[in-house]
């Protein structure tokens, strides 16, 4: 089975801080996504990547940057958090070809900041 | 890609068929439906995907219309633990990501 993990469940930071969030692979996949889930509006794309050290943005990229340095691990980072990125954040990977319809996802990440 | 419209909610009873409408009327020839559903707490989950056929899986079949300007994913027998929030995503294989909007909220009831 293909795991997704992200490095929390739960993380609570101050205004200012710089977060990193974490998201691994294990299947080799190509394509990798984060999105950010809050009430009301669905799940929005932030940023994706479909190879090591390629990145795309998404709809909504300001105030946030991603790392992919290995093909396994794309990071999402908040350079200077602020109240409104209280949210859930969704991490997702995919194949290319015949196996890219999939979208597998992490079990997300619920931040808070203060 | 093409844009997608949903009911906000569902209620069916458990044991029933728990069909679940969507709308794509600007649907294109290369796009794809994708219907994806999220327990709460939990991400997304895949279910199935279709071009113009209908499809079936173990988890859903999914109806498209043969205009394809609607389709309709169908639980035959629907459990409690299929209470979830079930997106209809329009997209073509090409696409990298997938344009979740808000989906249906689906409750089953005992």
Redesign the interface.
Known sequence: DVK?TQSSRYLVKRTGEKVFLECVQDMDHE?M?W?RQDP??????IY?S?DVKMK?K?DIPEGYSVSREKKERFSLILESASTNQTSMY?C?S?STGRG?????????TRLTVT | DAKTTQPPSMDCAEGRAANLPCNHSTISGNE?V?W?RQIH??????II?GLKNNETNEMASLIITEDRKSSTLILPHATLRDTAVY?CIVSS??G????????TSLLVTP
């Open positions: 997704v394509n996504f999105y009301g509006l669905g799940l929005r794309l994706f479909y795309e998404g969704l997702a995919s890219a319809y999939e979208q597998y996802f992490g079990p997300g | 794809y994708y994806y707490s939990q991400g997304p989950q895949y995907h997106y294989h090409s990298y990501a997938l344009n979740f909007g808000k989906g």
